[in-house]
């Protein structure tokens, strides 16, 4: 059985943004020196020194975690290519080696391709809110498992999230002040001039391509070309549209719920469609098929199971299926992948239901369900993005988010509640404006049916941006980038080695669809 993967959780804060035009690096800032070290696998690794506080150059600083692959052709070599893969807080130094194959080979020919794990997370000054993670563990013990349920869960759930918040604010107060997206852009800067380029080429996913939109709008004279594979409405996501923020946390102002609703009927669809032997959640049609995955949450919901060593409840069954909707296509080498690894989940969970057993009957005791730690996500999205502080309604918000998006809505609301209580703001976190005219065109790509990152979060920061295109692909899956499409890997390659944008309007088919079809 795959483990679960926590879900982004995303942020709050009300705070007012100091001027939006800040310099990401003050004049006087020392570029700082690389060091490349061989690392295994071809790639080289390096710990790069920036400041703590960009306007305070020559002030405290901190130590970032850098990797690269070197490009394979050296002779043709353009410069260097920044990944970032989005989370927040997923590890440059982790994903670049797990995905640098699924970059076209011709990028991978012509650039360095450099990533970084940013500051607060991996092992650039990370986050770390507990002294002993076992600590961490009894506080989140008390949480619902994915989200809350009933008056009792939801004020545990709070009073949990608001403790957390507490510890961390006690324990990194210096790193919190200065760890939001736009401190993350100006790192990256620094590390465009160290390592010798005159502008900065970037791929960014999901999170990944806030933080380019971010850079943008902050350096806009040096972007040479940048791919935002399956970004946010950078408006939803910052600040809101209109007072949004004051009644709608952040990923439900950027549709995430929705879009996740969405990919999830799709999947149950498909699956019915595909037969027990393909999917095997699948009950005969797509409306049987739907009404069974209601049932299950039911059942979940009456008594808790184990399978496969891990418990499951309504809420964390939500989770998992959630997480699993972000790779349709089974991973080769790795059975229990994608939409049919998901389908047999669901399968186990279902058949476990069904064994004897009724609440609250003696029996074995069901394995804790163990919480990843969120200090690192939870600290980066907290600075960047306004939600309805912890007297807000969250129960109200949560009710209304299941009637436009089902079980995702409370799902992703009360992820948008873990930061409501958040107590440090950055105050140079960036606001926007989002339209500041780049030296160069940015490429815009997504899935039409993005689970994590809705298609018109896309649109939106195509349109939002001075200089953009958006090229489509009409498949599913979190990022294009992970979802291979040999099409628009060859019109991404085409504008990083040359500049070139694909036609207005453009389209492209995933290399493979979901059971086939």
Same mark, same amino acid.
């Given at each position: 059985?795959?483990?679960?993967? =926590?879900?982004?959780?995303?942020? =709050? ?8 035009? =800040? %310099? ?51 002779? @043709? ?37 450099? &990533? ?10 990370? %986050? ?23 008056? *009792? ?12 918040? +507490?510890?961390?604010?006690? +324990? ?26 005159? @502008? ?16 943008? !709008? ?24 209109? @007072? @949004? ?8 102002? !950027?549709?995430?719920? %929705? ?96 064994? /004897?057993?009724? $609440? ?26 306004? !939600?309805? /502080?912890?007297?807000? *309604? ?38 926007? $404006? ?22 018109? #979060? ?5 349109? &939002? ?7 489509? %692909?009409? #498949? ?5 980038? =992970?979802?291979? &499409? ?32």
């Amino acid at each position: 059985m795959r483990r679960l993967a =926590a879900a982004t959780a995303a942020a =709050a804060l009300t705070a007012l943004l100091c001027p939006a035009g =800040a %310099v990401a690096a003050p004049h006087g800032t020392p570029v700082p020196r690389v060091d490349w070290a061989a690392c295994g696998g071809g790639l080289e690794c390096a710990t790069v020194r920036v400041p703590l506080d960009h306007h305070d150059p020559r002030g405290a600083g901190i130590d970032l975690a850098v990797i690269r692959h070197p490009a394979d052709d050296r002779a @043709q070599r353009i410069g260097s290519l920044f990944y970032n893969p989005g989370g927040p807080a997923v590890p440059g130094t982790v994903a670049l080696p797990a995905m640098l194959g699924r970059f076209p080979e011709e990028v991978r020919r012509r650039f360095d391709i450099v &990533s970084f794990d940013p500051r607060g997370t991996g092992a650039s000054a990370p %986050v770390r809110c507990f002294d002993d993670p076992a600590h961490e563990q009894d506080l989140l013990a008390g949480t619902a498992a994915g989200y809350p349920e009933g008056a *009792d869960e939801q004020k545990a759930w709070a009073e949990a999230y608001g403790r957390l918040a +507490r510890q961390c604010a006690a +324990r990194e107060p210096g790193l919190l002040a200065h760890i939001s997206t736009a401190d993350v852009a100006r790192d990256m800067d620094l590390l465009r001039r160290a390592v010798g380029d005159r @502008q900065l080429s970037y791929l960014g996913t999901s999170y990944g391509a806030y933080l380019g939109a971010t850079y943008a !709008n902050l350096f806009p004279g040096r972007v040479r070309a940048m791919v935002l594979d399956s970004a946010p409405d950078p408006v939803a996501w910052s600040t809101g549209h209109g @007072q @949004q923020a004051a009644t709608t946390g952040t990923l439900l102002r !950027n549709g995430t719920d %929705v879009a996740a609703a969405r990919v999830l009927d799709v999947f149950l669809d498909r699956c019915a469609r595909a037969g027990r032997e393909a999917c095997a959640f699948s009950a005969g049609s797509p409306g049987a098929t739907r009404a069974r995955y209601g049932e299950l949450l039911q059942r979940l919901r009456a008594r808790a199971v184990a399978v496969g060593g891990v418990t499951f409840t309504a809420g964390s069954a939500v989770e998992a299926t959630i997480v699993s909707l972000y790779a349709p296509n089974p991973v080769p080498q790795l059975p229990g992948t994608g939409w049919a690894g998901l389908g047999m989940m669901l399968q186990a969970l279902w058949t476990a239901t069904e064994a /004897p057993g009724t $609440p609250g009957t003696p029996g074995t005791p069901l394995p804790p369900v163990a919480r990843r730690s969120p200090d690192q996500a939870l600290a980066l999205v907290c600075s960047d993005s306004a !939600n309805p /502080p912890a007297r807000a *309604d969250y129960p109200a918000l949560a009710a209304s988010a299941r009637t436009r998006s089902g079980e995702a809505g409370p799902y992703f609301a009360w992820a948008d509640e873990r930061c409501a209580d958040w107590p440090v703001r950055d105050g140079d976190r960036y606001d926007g $404006p989002w339209n500041r005219p780049t030296s160069r065109p940015l490429l815009v790509v997504a899935n039409t049916g993005d689970p994590a990152m809705p298609y018109e #979060g896309s649109r939106a920061m195509a349109r &939002s941006l001075a200089r953009a295109r958006l090229l489509s %692909v009409d #498949g599913y899956g979190h990022t294009v980038l =992970a979802n291979p &499409s040999g099409c628009a890997a060859g019109y991404e390659a085409r504008y990083l080695l040359d500049g070139v944008l694909p036609a207005p309007g453009t389209v492209c088919a995933p290399d493979e669809a979901p059971f086939g079809g």
